[in-house]
T-cell receptor, first 114, second 112 residues
Framework: DAGVIQSPRHEVTEMGQEVTLRCKPI?????LFWYRQTMMRGLELLIY????????DSGMPEDRFSAKMPNASFSTLKIQPSEPRDSAVYFC????????????FGNGTRLTVT | GNSVTQMEGPVTLSEEAFLTINCTYT??????LFWYVQYPGEGLQLLLK?????DKGSNKGFEATYRKETTSFHLEKGSVQVSDSAVYFC???????????FGTGTRLKVLA
């Protein structure tokens, strides 16, 4: 089991640029979560997918953020345009929520917007 | 509302000392409770869990007991090692939902 795989591990970009973060969940998991971690606000849920369908996107900060899950093995989180306040570590996590299994996190993408 | 409260860190201990990290929660229904650990540069990893009252979760020498009467899930380890240095997160999942609520994390530093 390769675990949840995220790419890139680090991203440095200039304000105004588009950023795309990628995630491959654990095979067989039907739920995918995107979280953002900062010192000030801790872990925040951005969006939750179940069976590839976005169920709860109430945590997405603004229209600049969008997420897709075109199939069960891939998801993207896009920020366009990026701003310095978006700098954070973004985690993807997957689970089989219906079975009550715990969250499995990837190693995250550290985003720095200058 | 639903919440998780952890003790403030950092916690600094000498190797082989006893560890307690306090966690209390407020939640409707019967949540499942978790401890996650985050090592530098990595994502959160499940350390242990408990799904009902009086359950004890254990892993790698760590233990926590689901205490419904005190709404607590304190993490303990009898003898810590330098390799246990990390940030520990207490979390709950509301029953019947996908919603997780995480504490703010407690940084543990173990000195040789």
């Amino acid at each position: 089991d390769a675990g949840v795989i995220q790419s890139p591990r680090h991203e440095v970009t200039e304000m105004g640029q588009e950023v795309t973060l990628r995630c491959k969940p654990i095979s067989g998991h039907n739920s995918l979560f995107w979280y953002r971690q900062t010192m000030m606000r801790g872990l925040e849920l951005l969006i939750y997918f179940n069976n590839n369908v976005p169920i709860d996107d109430s945590g997405m900060p603004e229209d600049r953020f969008s997420a897709k899950m075109p199939n069960a093995s891939f998801s993207t989180l896009k920020i366009q345009p990026s701003e310095p306040r978006d700098s954070a570590v973004y985690f993807c996590a997957s689970s089989f929520v219906d079975r009550g299994s715990p969250l499995h996190f990837g190693n995250g993408t550290r985003l720095t917007v200058t | 509302g639903n919440s998780v409260t952890q003790m403030e860190g950092p916690v600094t201990l000498s190797e082989e000392a006893f560890l307690t990290i306090n966690c209390t929660y407020t939640a409707t229904g019967y949540p499942s409770l978790f401890w996650y650990v985050q090592y530098p540069g990595e994502g959160l990893q499940l350390l242990l869990k408990a799904t009902k009252a009086d359950d004890k979760g254990s892993n790698k020498g760590f233990e926590a007991t689901y205490r419904k009467e005190t709404t607590s899930f304190h993490l303990e380890k009898g003898s810590v090692q330098v390799s246990d240095s990390a940030v520990y997160f207490c979390a709950l999942r509301l029953s019947g939902t996908y919603k997780y609520i995480f504490g703010t994390g407690t940084r543990l530093k173990v000195l040789a």
